[in-house]
């Protein structure tokens, strides 16, 4: 009898945290969905190695570089693919069981173009829409189209135009188009 109590209660724990509003952010470094690229700002923290922990930049072509190992090629892999490749170069000669862990600090900034009143890249904030991405650069010009945005996504090799609602979250490193209404 205390077991089913204590399965009832806990199901009922878990659903009371999976349906906590902001239980979930916009891009979480942990998910797999979300490549490393240039701009982001990562922090390496190597457990008992304070030598070789610390924030680093991601150049332009997606690379850093690190004590030890040199160049660390990071754009294209998640938070996670990177922490094993990370492993997999400290294990053999440097360290004997690395544990190292790896957060994004700042994610690379989106740009904005078009009918809007400031142009240019902009610092990304985790589950910002494309209107609050607006406003930011200080709104639409009396021109724009205000209910849709043409998105790029910073990860897409295509480089296809997507036709977004404003509404819709902003994702690092997209590429916002603010089109102009013809009346």
Do not use: H
Not at 85 to 103: G, H, M
Request: proline share 5%; hydrophobic share 45%.
């Amino acid at each position: 009898m205390l077991f089913l109590v204590a399965v009832a209660l806990g199901g009922a724990n878990a659903v009371a945290q999976e349906s906590a509003p902001g239980a979930m952010a916009a891009v979480n470094a942990n998910d797999t969905a979300y490549k490393l690229d240039y701009g982001d700002r990562i922090k390496i923290s190597v457990f008992n190695q304070p030598e070789l922990s610390g924030e680093y930049l991601l150049d332009g072509d997606g690379r850093f570089s690190m004590p030890l190992i040199g160049t660390v090629e990071a754009a294209g892999l998640s938070p996670a693919e990177l922490e094993a490749a990370l492993v997999s170069r400290f294990k053999p000669d440097y360290l004997v069981n690395p544990r190292i862990f790896i957060q994004v600090m700042n994610y690379r900034p989106y740009y904005l173009v078009g009918e809007v009143n400031g142009t240019g890249a902009f610092p990304y904030k985790a589950g910002m829409t494309y209107l609050t991405a607006v406003a930011i650069a200080g709104g639409f010009t009396y021109r724009a189209k205000r209910d849709y945005v043409i998105v790029i996504r910073g990860d897409d090799p295509d480089q296809n135009e997507l036709k977004l609602s404003v509404e819709e979250k902003v994702q690092p490193g997209d590429i916002i188009r603010v089109a102009e209404r013809l009346f």
